[in-house]
């Protein structure tokens, strides 16, 4: 059984850090781009950052551009997200993916596998 588990969230101050994890397991996703959404109260899920399985092609929102990294521990199979300099507008249900497809993509539509979502609240 394929299964991406999250891990990391939290409650935070404003520009503080958290590390969230995703350990996979069930199968090997090297050919399968992997990402972090997000999903706020009231608000539609969106892309946060992904990579492929060589760490090679990272990608960002916007707004999450020098303040995240992404990364990929291929011998644990784990996906990670640094998250640093965190805002109240952060706060969020964080949550793993993994696409169908190697390459980088962003709608919510690609991604066949998902985690259950780790919660990471930014206080002010």
């Known amino acids: 059984q394929v299964q991406l588990v999250e891990s990391g969230g939290g409650l935070v101050q404003a520009g503080g850090s958290l590390r969230l994890s995703c350990a996979a397991s069930?199968?090997?996703?090297?050919?399968?781009?992997m990402a972090w959404f997000r999903q706020a109260p009231g608000k539609e899920r969106e892309f946060v950052a992904g990579?492929?399985?060589?760490?090679?092609?990272?990608y960002y929102a916007g707004s999450m551009k020098g303040r995240f990294t992404v990364s990929r521990d291929r011998v644990e199979t784990s996906l990670y997200l640094q998250m640093d300099n965190l805002k109240v507008e952060d706060t969020a249900v964080y949550y793993c993916?993994?696409?169908?497809?190697?390459?980088?993509?962003?709608?919510?539509?690609?991604?066949?596998?998902w985690g259950q979502g780790t919660q990471v609240t930014v206080s002010s």
């Open positions: 993916a993994a696409s169908r497809y190697s390459g980088i993509t962003l709608p919510n539509g690609d991604y066949i596998y």
């Open positions: 069930g199968r090997t996703f090297s050919r399968n781009y």
């Open positions: 990579t492929n399985w060589a760490n090679t092609t990272p």
